[in-house]
């Protein structure tokens, strides 16, 4: 009897419970809700704190590194302007040939080898001339007769007018370049020098100072100068209609974020410059642990979000049994079985019948079995069109509607110009769906030939994107032997092959304007011709078999997700040409590094005797190696002459003339000037410093 008693109380405790099944339910749910609610608040909260620190250090970072390349243009200034054949240049009286070939000589191979220079004018204001180290402008240029470089005579002839050594925005033969003016302010008379650098140049400087894949150099009109992320470059190009008025009305540098977007946009700007240095890295990068504990943060609210909705379905499924929710849905008679069999087992019949079908099919043959009356018009509706045949033939009895392969078929006789416009008119109201629209027919063959337009017309269909109603009038804009230019197909794969991204989607954006107006045959011959280059590029190069290219309109029913395509192709390839020549280049600095390691001793080693021996341009040399070692050529000889000096006066009692002898300068004063610049300590010092062995 007790048993039975605690059995009951403990089914009326269970009996209370399942009557607030709900509400329980609903409160755990709000609490967990809560503490979510409340993690998420300091994790918004950390998210910020990571965004200011990285926004302070890209401003400083930014700035500093600025000022190491302004350092570097007038350290550059200052030797080249107190060279003694340069000084001759500016400041002699009368023009002298030996003394201005010597000038122009030193000029070129100081621009040779700098490996951020790309050329230097000098002016004398004593003869009026100017002296150029370009290598198309190798000769001296009298002012009286005229200058190629209208901009640098103007800043020359009047150093006065502007500041010394800051940034001019110059476009010289269609580029924009960077020129600094330099001059003895005490001295103005004495002539001037204007060092030039390319804004590309520049913007690869401050990249690669500041070391991040995550930037993009670009002009305030929007036009890249410089990045690493090809891939990023082009997000930047996207989103800068977007980006550009938020920066013009923000401070000069700032952070930025835009919706849908996991990337956060820093910006700033360098108005000495005119350009923009985008850095956009994305949270993960930044801040791992914190996306980390985000991601955990919101799977944990999608596995509560589940566990409720499936508690929620349980309890409603043993509330509701299925066959009082299903019941009801067939309905038979006990007077007639017959018929409830035929109700469950009735299904959908297209309103179709034999005459039309046959009709249409001997009109499309050109041989009707009926004499049609002209003019008829044909119309193609393309799927989904729902209920709109059988309303056709409602609205118009003389239709003839069939099914297609592709969708209906409609065919009237005795149409009128009137009646064709009230047709078209109908029908973009009642069907969202396209529409090809035929000319009216008088006879036979103009049917047969109708029918092949709008079979044209459909195939054609991604060039209009957005157009419902495709007419056969259409067809005459087209070009009956294909437009393609083959030299533009060859310009595109030049640039490809140089790994130059926007130039080849810029030209590909050419050819596809050029070829759309052409039939569907001619679209086919001449994309099929492009797929032939890219392929043929892609096996010359060596690329990963996933850079061929596929039937570029296979599937592809719009030109956005052609171009699409082919701009994902074009990313893969110029990545892979990067990636191959960034490998070429590694494996040239290593071959110059052993060289000079087995070549210091010699006086005569230099920027230009390493680039004979491999028989490539000096200034390409200096460049490569300056990408990849992070320092120029010439700085790498001293790096290497020094490290065997060290070697030398800690493990021999040479003299110090010697050592520098045998280091390759033999010069011991400027051998001790470039040891103490390298180590801090003069060769003495080191010497002393040293243990030497026993």
């Given at each position: 009897m007790q048993h039975r008693k605690q059995h009951k109380k403990w089914r009326d405790i269970c009996a209370k419970v399942r009557g607030k099944k709900w509400l329980l339910l609903s409160v755990i749910f709000l609490i967990f809700v809560g503490l979510f609610a409340v993690l998420n608040t300091q994790l918004q909260l950390a998210v910020s704190q990571a965004v200011i620190y990285v926004d302070d250090s890209f401003t400083l970072q930014i700035e500093?590194?600025?000022?190491?390349?302004?350092?570097r243009v007038e350290v550059s200034a200052l030797q080249l302007f107190g060279t003694s054949s340069i000084t001759q240049l500016r400041t002699m009286n009368t023009y002298n040939s030996h003394q201005s070939a010597t000038g122009q000589m030193d000029l070129e191979n100081f621009v040779g080898s700098s490996?951020?220079?790309?050329?230097?004018?000098?002016?004398?204001?004593?003869?009026?001339?100017?002296?150029?180290?370009?290598?198309?402008?190798?000769?001296?240029?009298?002012?009286?007769?005229?200058?190629?470089?209208?901009?640098?005579?103007?800043?020359?002839?009047?150093?006065?007018?502007?500041?010394?050594?800051?940034?001019?925005?110059?476009?010289?033969?269609?580029?924009?370049?960077?020129?600094?003016?330099?001059?003895?302010?005490?001295?103005?008379?004495?002539?001037?020098?204007?060092?030039?650098?390319?804004?590309?140049?520049?913007?690869?400087?401050?990249?690669?100072?500041?070391?991040?894949?995550?930037?993009?150099?670009?002009?305030?009109?929007?036009?890249?100068?410089?990045?690493?992320?090809?891939?990023?470059?082009?997000?930047?190009?996207?989103?800068?209609?977007?980006?550009?008025p938020r920066i013009q009305t923000s401070s000069p540098a700032r952070s930025l974020t835009l919706p849908g977007d996991d990337r956060m946009w820093f910006y700033h700007s360098l108005e000495e410059f005119g350009v923009y240095f985008i850095y956009a890295p994305r949270l993960g990068d930044v801040a791992p642990g914190i996306v980390y504990m985000r991601n955990i943060f919101h799977m944990c609210l999608a596995a509560l979000a589940v566990l409720f909705l499936l508690a929620a379905f349980l309890l409603t499924f043993k509330r509701y049994s299925l066959h009082g929710r299903f019941q009801g849905d067939f309905s038979y008679s006990e007077e007639s079985p017959d018929n409830a069999v035929a109700q469950i087992h009735r299904k959908p019949v297209r309103n179709r019948e034999i005459e039309p079908a046959e009709k249409i099919k001997s009109l499309r043959a050109g041989s009707p079995q009926v004499s049609p009356k002209f003019p008829i018009l044909l119309i193609q509706v393309d799927y989904p069109f729902g209920s709109l045949c059988?309303?056709?033939?409602?609205?118009?009895?003389?239709?003839?509607?069939?099914?297609?392969?592709?969708?209906?078929?409609?065919?009237?006789?005795?149409?009128?110009?009137?009646?064709?416009?009230?047709?078209?008119?109908?029908?973009?109201?009642?069907?969202?769906?396209?529409?090809?629209?035929?000319n009216l027919c008088y006879g036979a063959e103009q049917l047969q030939s109708s029918f092949a337009a709008l079979e044209e017309l459909r195939r054609l269909r991604f060039l209009y994107e957005g157009r419902q109603v495709m007419q056969e009038e259409m067809l005459r804009e087209c070009n009956e032997v294909s437009a393609l230019n083959t030299k533009n197909v060859s310009a595109m794969v030049g640039f490809l092959r140089g790994g130059q991204l926007e130039q080849a989607m810029s030209e590909w954006h050419g050819i596809f304007e050029t070829i759309r107006t052409d039939r569907y045959a001619g679209v086919c011959f001449a994309v099929q011709y492009i797929e032939k280059k890219i392929d043929a590029l892609t096996l010359e190069l060596n690329l990963d078999e996933s850079m061929l290219s596929d039937h570029i309109l296979g599937g592809r029913l719009d030109i956005r997700s052609i171009h699409s395509y082919m701009e994902e192709l074009f990313l893969g390839i110029t990545s892979s040409v990067s990636r191959k020549k960034h490998a070429q280049s590694e494996v040239l600095a290593n071959r110059v590094d052993e060289y000079m390691r087995k070549h210091y001793a010699e006086e005569t080693l230099s920027t230009q005797q390493i680039a004979d021996h491999f028989e490539i341009n000096q200034v390409y040399l200096s460049r490569q190696f300056r990408k990849l070692m992070g320092m120029s050529v010439s700085d790498a000889i001293h790096q290497v002459r020094i490290e065997k000096a060290q070697q030398m006066l800690r493990g021999t009692n040479k003299s110090v003339e010697s050592v520098a002898s045998s280091s390759g300068y033999p010069n011991s004063k400027y051998f001790f000037v470039i040891f103490k610049k390298l180590t801090g300590v003069t060769p003495s010092q080191f010497r002393k410093s040293a243990v030497r062995p026993q």
């Open positions: 500093r590194m600025s000022s190491d390349i302004a350092e490996d951020f220079i790309d050329s230097v004018v000098v002016y004398n204001e004593n003869i009026g001339m100017f002296f150029t180290s370009s290598g198309r402008f190798s000769h001296s240029f009298d002012g009286r007769y005229g200058f190629h470089d209208r901009s640098a005579l103007q800043i020359l002839s009047n150093p006065e007018n502007y500041s010394h050594l800051s940034p001019i925005a110059r476009l010289v033969d269609g580029e924009l370049y960077y020129s600094f003016l330099f001059f003895d302010r005490a001295n103005i008379q004495d002539g001037a020098l204007l060092l030039n650098i390319s804004a590309r140049q520049y913007a690869s400087m401050l990249l690669e100072s500041v070391r991040t894949a995550n930037g993009v150099i670009l002009t305030k009109q929007g036009q890249s100068l410089a990045y690493y992320d090809a891939r990023l470059a082009l997000q930047v190009l996207r989103v800068w209609p977007e980006l550009e059988q309303e056709m033939i409602g609205t118009y009895p003389d239709a003839a509607v069939v099914d297609d392969i592709f969708g209906a078929i409609i065919a009237i006789e005795s149409c009128t110009e009137k009646k064709l416009e009230e047709i078209r008119a109908y029908l973009t109201e009642k069907t969202s769906s396209l529409l090809y629209f035929s």
